[in-house]
């Protein structure tokens, strides 16, 4: 090196440290940035202090709650309290990692404590963007807890509803949804449609038997093809039939499948592959004209971008409580809107989340209809939440979930009533092999 190129960098050096020294942040790579200096409320709150509200968040509470000591999905619901005395819950229940999501909600307090509880779209966007790496199942199942809590306060404070804040409802009887069928031969499968039409519940969702090789026998795929034409002449031609393959099949066999079955003119074939091969899900779907349906695993809108923009679904199915609550759920119904694209959600988890999804419905002009993970016919959990919350949550009347007319989502909780079913811990999903010994997607 040159002397003079060598006092140049020195000079250069100086000028830095002396900058530095007048507090400004020197530039670096961007892995390391400043740190901010401790305040009252959460970093980047003093922006907002003039606008919004003066209420502020003084606590954020987890609830792990089991209703079988083994149950593999646990409810997770989240408390947020505020200086005002106005309550929010949420649910951010993921199957099989309940523990992991509670320490992630844990690890956003310092993102909510001291902040206005109305600013839900800088929060969304503060815990999704400042996590860094992009969220996944355990980020967007916390949070959608959240997130759905915020929402909960946002409409008691100002006396609505969330669906009407949201711009619903598009249809004052409420939203239409769908039962599991779980009859498992003809008999049963009409004793349902008996009690769905004297109901008005106008539709069904089963899965098929079995879990299925890359390649499959014709005797397997026979034997799945048989068991739909047996929901069909089960439940009659009047009831709508949506099958979940749960992407139990590979492109290869999903695509015999989807043709086989064309005459039975099903509401949709779920999850055809797994999600995340969209290309092999449009080989799939270019064969079929039934339509296609996917999306309770994919996390915040984001996720559905691909899907949306190659045409390769006809109906998008995030989950309230892993997509990110109640702001990704209504982003990703606008997303899909925007294409033709209709939305079914999913819901296989607690009340909470169940309730929250049904207030976002109510007000997405391209939602078809609801999914709950329950029979015709209420079963023990369904009693514990009519215990919990004092009304039957997520049973239909005449084929729809009614909308609440309190503010906020709708319901009061108490944690005195969660202490009945304590927290057995974090219990692993089904793990299916095939006979060889390989993994099984099931």
């Not at 400042?130 to 199942?137: D, V």
């Not at 404070?157 to 009887?173: I, Q």
């Not at 927290?423 to 095939?434: C, D, E, L, N």
């Amino acid at each position: 090196m040159r002397r003079r190129h060598f006092l140049a960098g020195m000079a250069g050096t100086g000028a830095g440290a002396a900058a530095a020294a007048r507090g400004a942040a020197p530039v670096d790579c961007g892995c390391a940035p400043a740190l901010q200096a401790a305040q009252s409320g959460p970093v980047g709150a003093r922006a907002f202090e003039n606008v919004g509200s003066k209420n502020r968040i003084t606590a954020m509470k987890v609830f792990g709650v089991s209703l079988t000591p083994d149950s593999d999905r646990p409810y997770v619901f989240v408390k947020i309290e505020t200086r005002e005395g106005v309550v929010g819950w949420g649910e951010a229940t993921l199957e099989g990692k309940a523990a992991a999501v509670m320490a992630c909600i844990d690890d956003f307090k310092e993102f909510l404590i001291g902040a206005d509880p109305m600013l839900v779209e800088h929060h969304w966007q503060s815990m999704y963007v400042h996590s860094f790496y992009r969220a996944g199942p355990v980020i967007g199942s916390a949070i959608a807890g959240i997130d759905q809590a915020l929402w909960d306060i946002r409409g008691k404070m100002l006396g609505m509803p969330v669906y009407k804040l949201l711009g619903g409802p598009f249809d004052e009887r409420g939203v239409r949804g769908y039962y599991h069928i779980r009859g498992g031969n003809r008999e049963e499968l009409r004793r349902a449609a008996a009690i769905a039409r004297a109901n008005g519940i106008t539709c069904f969702k089963s899965g098929i038997p079995g879990y299925y090789e890359w390649i499959e026998t014709s005797a397997k795929i026979k034997r799945a093809v048989e068991w739909m034409q047996m929901l069909r002449e089960g439940l009659g031609p009047d009831i709508d039939i949506g099958v979940d393959f749960h992407a139990k099949t590979s492109p290869a066999v999903a695509a015999i499948l989807v043709k086989e079955v064309e005459p039975l003119r099903l509401l949709f074939i779920e999850e055809p592959c797994p999600p995340e091969n969209v290309k092999a899900m449009a080989r799939i779907a270019r064969r079929s004209t039934t339509p296609i349906a996917t999306g309770e695993r994919l996390i915040a809108s984001y996720s559905c971008r691909e899907l949306v923009e190659m045409g390769v679904v006809d109906i998008i199915q995030t989950d309230i409580n892993h997509v990110g609550g109640i702001t990704a759920l209504w982003k990703t119904g606008a997303l899909a809107e925007a294409s033709g694209i209709s939305m079914a959600p999913h819901a296989c988890e607690g009340p909470i989340g169940g309730i929250a999804t049904v207030h976002v419905d109510a007000a997405t002009p391209n939602f078809i209809v609801q999914e709950i993970c329950s029979g015709v016919e209420p079963d023990m959990k369904e009693k514990v939440w009519a215990e919990w919350l004092g009304f039957p949550a997520m049973r239909m009347v005449n084929g729809r979930f009614p909308l609440p007319d309190k503010p906020g989502l709708g319901f009061e909780l108490t944690e005195a009533a969660l202490k009945k079913y304590p927290f057995g811990g974090t219990r692993p999903m089904a793990r299916v092999f095939h006979e060889d010994g390989s993994v099984a997607e099931w």
